[in-house]
């Protein structure tokens, strides 16, 4: 009977910690969507609605340059324990909250202060990425890695919707177009998790922040330019042997996303300034259609996986991008500018986009394990973002002397480059 009780016991504190360690996964693909939405979809909507140019919209791009490089410094994740990666996480949380609320002094201060604190707000969202990469690669063996990594990504699209609807409603609405408003309830939200995180275990959380406590220096930019520095030295060292190992995919790794990454640093700003929409109602479409679209993606993901190979849904998704794209350039050329031509382009977008995500992820999960399982990842995650760095400045160009037709089209270019880079996977990574 003893034994029984013990049993039970045992079996409801391991589905406790199951269902613990799910709402963490989920929460971490949330935060780290909603860095990266903030700097690109938020603030791309906000400063369109402000007045701002194309071209200086645009130029937020460089601001995300660590996310297109975290290669150099994700070695530091390779060295974490498996079992104090939640710590380091609950960590970076805290720090990206502080970097927030600096934020609100960047903006009154000057436009320089304000980008390289931006730039540091990349840094550490790029550095928390790395984090729950390597918590994934660590904590859960290929087998077992689908069903948490189907939870992160989905968290990460909750993000996007929250990021680019509910966020931009609440800054029209109830922050008054105020700046400041937004980034301390960003703030807020990182520090509450950074709460919440450590409540079944506070003691050791605090214990683990005190002896980690220099890791705060990292709010100084200059600081985070020395810890990138000295561990892209040590990266540097086994660097050849992981580029070696990734030389296969190289093509399918810089241009399966990159067409689809270009297209969505400019997609926001052709909608609210060509659909001459105002912020409240991009806020509600953002919210209703993203979410229906993934909660479809999400629904349909484990069912087509079974009947169709990774490659297969791979190109489908990029005829269904195809698709989206001569719907722009055809909707564009018609001005035909109606509230159900615009739901149809930003829902075949949003779908489009999800699989995408969804096929670049699972292949990168399948491809890449231990050793150096944090830089590998790393690696083949940035090369389609640093190469926005090219992609990005030709579009702009193309947008302020020609047309968005001859932008779309640019698009259409780019993925021709995508279809082809699939033809470079090799079977066993199908």
């Avoid at 903030?38 to 071209?55: C, E, H, K, P, R």
């Avoid at 849904?313 to 909707?331: G, P, R, V």
């Avoid at 830089?375 to 193309?398: E, G, N, R, W």
Wanted: some cysteine; charged content about 10%.
């Amino acid at each position: 009977m003893a034994k029984n009780t013990l049993n039970i016991k045992t079996s409801l504190s391991d589905e406790k910690l199951h269902n613990t360690n799910r709402v963490k996964i989920f929460s971490y693909g949330f935060l780290s969507g909603y860095i990266y939405c903030f700097l690109t979809i938020t603030l791309q909507a906000v400063l369109t609605d402000l007045g701002y140019s194309i071209t200086f919209i645009s130029s937020l791009a460089f601001v995300l340059l660590p996310y297109s490089f975290k290669f150099l410094w994700s070695g530091f994740a390779d060295d974490i324990k498996a079992k104090n990666i939640h710590n380091w996480l609950s960590l970076f949380v805290m720090i990206i909250g502080f970097n927030f609320l600096i934020l609100v002094l960047a903006i009154n201060s000057n436009k320089e202060f304000f980008y390289i604190m931006l730039f540091n707000l990349a840094f550490l969202g790029a550095s928390f990425d790395i984090l729950t990469d390597i918590n994934l690669i660590k904590n859960y063996n290929s087998d077992n890695r689908h069903h948490p990594l189907s939870l992160h990504i989905f968290g990460w699209r909750i993000s996007s919707i929250f990021a680019g609807g509910g966020i931009i409603f609440l800054f029209n609405l109830i922050f008054k177009g105020d700046l400041n408003y937004l980034f301390i309830f960003s703030s807020f939200i990182f520090l509450a998790c950074t709460l919440i995180f450590s409540i079944s275990s506070f003691k050791l959380m605090l214990q683990f922040f005190k002896k980690q406590k220099y890791h705060l220096l990292l709010l100084i930019p200059i600081i985070s330019i020395f810890f990138i520095a000295t561990t892209s030295l040590y990266n540097f060292k086994e660097s050849k042997s992981v580029f070696n190992s990734l030389k296969e995919i190289y093509i399918y790794l810089i241009f399966y996303k990159l067409f689809d990454l270009t297209l969505s640093s400019f997609v926001i700003i052709f909608l609210i300034k060509e659909f001459k929409l105002t912020l409240e109602y991009f806020g509600t479409i953002n919210i209703i259609l993203p979410l229906l679209a993934v909660l479809l993606c999400g629904y349909l993901w484990p069912h087509i996986t079974k009947i169709f190979s990774l490659k297969s849904i791979m190109i489908t998704s990029l005829i269904l991008k195809t698709t989206n794209i001569f719907l722009f350039i055809l909707i564009n050329s018609l001005d035909y500018k109606s509230k159900s031509a615009l739901i149809i382009l930003f829902s075949l977008n949003i779908i489009s986009s999800s699989f995408i995500t969804y096929t670049f992820s699972n292949f990168l999960m399948r491809s890449i394990d231990e050793p150096r399982a944090s830089f590998k990842y790393s690696i083949a995650s940035s090369l389609s973002t640093a190469s926005l760095l090219i992609t990005v400045p030709i579009a702009s160009f193309l947008i302020n002397n020609y047309s968005w037709n001859i932008f779309f089209l640019y698009i259409i270019i780019l993925q021709l480059f995508s279809y082809i880079s699939i033809k470079n996977i090799k079977n066993s990574n199908q």
